[in-house]
């Protein structure tokens, strides 16, 4: 049984980090892209970033860019979102997601497997 386990998730002030992980288990994911996907409410679910193990590529949505950083243990399965220089729009319920077969996944839709989020409030 294939699991994505979200962790990290809080409460911090605008200007603030944190460090998400998700935590695969069940089969790996070293071949297809993993990402990570955020929704607020009332929102769409938005792309955040992806990361291709085996190739090491990375690519990140304009809005995070230049502050989130993704990265992946494949010994231990699991995918990191380095979160600094946070701002209230950046609340949201963070997802991980995995099981995209394209380099660059920033549809929901190409992805097979999902976690059960974990909550970023950031506040000014």
């Known amino acids: 049984q294939v699991r994505l386990v979200e962790s990290g998730g809080g409460a911090v002030q605008a200007g603030g980090s944190l460090r998400l992980s998700c935590a695969a288990s069940?089969?790996?994911?070293?071949?297809?892209?993993m990402g990570w996907f955020r929704q607020a409410p009332g929102k769409a679910r938005e792309f955040v970033a992806s990361?291709?193990?085996?190739?090491?590529?990375?690519y990140y949505s304009d809005s995070v860019k230049g502050r989130f950083t993704i990265s992946g243990d494949n010994a231990k399965s699991t995918v990191y979102l380095q979160m600094n220089s946070l701002k209230p729009e950046d609340t949201a319920v963070y997802y991980c997601?995995?099981?995209?077969?394209?380099?660059?996944?920033?549809?929901?839709?190409?992805?097979?497997?999902w976690g059960q989020g974990t909550q970023v409030t950031v506040s000014s």
């Open positions: 069940g089969r790996s994911f070293s071949s297809e892209t």
């Open positions: 997601a995995a099981g995209a077969g394209a380099f660059i996944a920033t549809n929901p839709s190409t992805y097979i497997y």
């Open positions: 990361i291709r193990w085996n190739y090491g590529h990375i």
